[in-house]
Every structure is written in structure tokens, then in C-alpha cells.
């Protein structure tokens, strides 16, 4: 456990922030599908990046993906249509909750051979890799859009090609925006119109150089950390205005509700607390595209004391811990009043509080970081706040680096 206590002095420095999380286990994923020929910059050092690339060079038939749902859910496609090779795809006691019913389904259906080993619906998986023929399937697309991007990549090596119809809501879009602006971006023509995408079989790419850009969910935590500290600025490297992630989104919701105004110059992406913003009584946002952004914001309302009503939630409970249940527990510890529904969560407002909150993390990387830039309302201790490694390993030395004393304790 650390605790952590507020700084004395306004923040003026500069960070390099890791990879995306979500470009780079695309672009490791395509790059094994296309011998090697793209030269990635900038990939993500998260642990879970780590293990999709460990998983992707393993000779061995048992592969355990720990909490990486991203990873999880390609490597069953991948593996999918590696004929001939059997493996077991496990994760962690959660991954082991984390549904992955809709993708195996719509694998199956396209000629994949793929059981479970434990429960219906749930990793483990046994994979048999075999040549799939079909060529157009039909998948909900209201749980995850790491299922919708799974086929998307895997869809580029079916001898026909793959046509998918999304059926129902389309959750996450800007997801599989990105898959497809990816696949764009080495030269796959792949669509996504209305309800249909369209990939077509390719059998070469050409050698390139690609720089992944910085995690923008990573980012959020230091737009939450401008907001709560008057006269600061932070500059984090390396981000572009014009960006492949959608929580890059957070520009427009940090200037809109938290007086965080957001430049960029040769890939420094510069913030600011806007000192003559006037804070709104009430932040009311739709966050269906943006999920992992949402327990930041939650926070950053709390360090504020403002009201809100987050909607679109309903993704959360099926991430790396229900994240509507666990926002509720740790964000009451700082005295708010929070009302969460399956797809909501609702701060309606303040009871005080005395002592120093004691926030416990799920095995949820979000829940310790989202939680630090709280540390500048009043000192905070974190439970096991290594769980940061899972998207971004140097969290703590970097909230060092900015002035912050982080005491073990
Ligand atoms: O495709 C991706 O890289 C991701 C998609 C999102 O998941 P869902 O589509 O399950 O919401 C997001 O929460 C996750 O962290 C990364
Ligand atoms: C939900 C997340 O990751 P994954 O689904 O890849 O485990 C996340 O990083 O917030």
C-alpha cells in the first residue's frame, strides 16, 4: 500500500507516456499475420502488451493472458485459424468471468473448432486451428468491440474475405474506427459502413515504419490532475491532434467541463488549468464510446465536488472488475453520494469526510490510477498499487517525477 500526499507547489513538467494499450495489440497481431514486415515505434510497454507479445512467439500449447482482455479476446481469433495447432487460451480468476461467448459463437459458425474447457461462455478455451470458409457473418455488437476488431484482423487472412453485420447497438465505435484506420494505414482497403464492414483477403503488406501514438487513456489521468491543480501545466509526449484513439475525445470534455485547456506542438501535447473557467453546476456526458475514460472522470467530479450524470456505462461491469460497483465503494470514501444503475453512475452530492480514504483497486489498473490526481484534494493511501503495470508500468515513478511523495507504507 502507498499513500500519497497533496504537492505544495504548482505542476510545470513534461512526460513521455508509453504506446497505446489498443494500437499497439492490433499492430502486433497484424505484423504476426504478415511476417514481420512492419517496423512498429513507440509500442506500448504494458504488461499487456507484454504478454500479447509473448503469446504471439510461443511454441507451447497452454498460454495464459492474466487480465489482458484485449489480448484475449484477438488471440482467439488469431488462433482460430492457425491450422493444425491446438492450444489452451486461459487468463486470470476474472478473465475467467469475462465473457467471450459472442466471439467463439461467430468463430464456430465461420468453421473454427473452439470448446470450453471450464464453463459455457467463459475462457478457458481449447482452439484447434483450421482453415475457415465462410465468408460473412452477423455478431452483436452491443457487449465488446474487441470481438467486432478480433474478426476484423483475422478477417484480412480468409480466402474470401470477411463480411460482418453488426446487430443491435454498436458499443465503443471509436474501437473499431480504429481497427479500421489501422488496416487502412498499411494498405488493407477494409470499410465500415452503417451496420457492415468489409475486409478483404490479403495476402502481402508493404515493409513500413509506424509510429504508435501515446496512450490517451493514460492521458486522461493527468487532464484529471490539471483540472484539481490551480496554476499547473503538464506536457505528455507523444500525441497528435488528429488521433487513430477515441479518448483523444478528452480534450473536448476536459475544455468543456473541467477548465483544462488542451495545445499541441510537434507532438507535445500540452495542459493547462484555465484559470477564468467558470465550473459547470453539473457534468452530464455519454460515455458509450469512451468506456475507459469514465472512472477518471468520475474522479476528477469528486476532486471538484461537482454533480454528475455519467450514462453509458454499461460495459463497465465486465471489465477487469465491475467498475460501476467499485467507483460506488471508493468514491463514497471521499463522501460523495453516488447512484449507479447498470448503465449509470450518478453523484448527487457531498457528505464530509475526515479521515485519509484507504482505496482499495479490484485488480483493476484503472481504479489506482484514476485515483491519484485525488491525492491533490486531500493525502490518500492505495491498495496494491503495482496494478498500474497493466496498461502503464512507470505510473508511480512518473507521479514522482512530478513532485508527488509517495510513501510505502
Ligand atoms: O479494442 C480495444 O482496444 C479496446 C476496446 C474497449 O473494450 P470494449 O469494446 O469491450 O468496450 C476498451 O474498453 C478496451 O480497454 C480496449
Ligand atoms: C478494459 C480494459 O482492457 P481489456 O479489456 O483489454 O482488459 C482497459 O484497459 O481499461
Redesign the pocket.
Known sequence: MIEISALKSPINNQLAITGS??ES??LLLLNQLFENVLKLENVSNSEDSQLMQKALANKTDLIDIHHA??AMRFLTAYFSIQEGKKVTLTGSERMKQRPIKVLVDALNELGAEISYQENEGYPPLSIFGKKLNKKSITIPSN????YI?ALCLIGTKLKNGLTINLDGKI??VP?IQ??IQLLNKVGIEAKFEGNTIQIPFTENIKVQTLQVESDW?SASYYYSLIALSKNSQIKISTYFEDSLQGDSSLQHIYADNFGVTSSFENGILKLKNDENFIPKPFVELNLINT??IAQTIAATCVGLKMKCNLTGLE?LK??ETDRLVALKNELEKFGAIVIITNDSLMIDGYHDFQKIPTLATYNDHRMAMCMAPLAQIHSIRIENEMVVEKSYPTFWEDWKQLGFEIKSI
Open positions: 494499450k489498443s495489440n492490433r482482455g484485449t457487449i465488446s468491440s474487441q476488431t458499443i465503443s474501437y480504429m481497427t487513456s468506456p475507459d460495459t465486465i471489465k
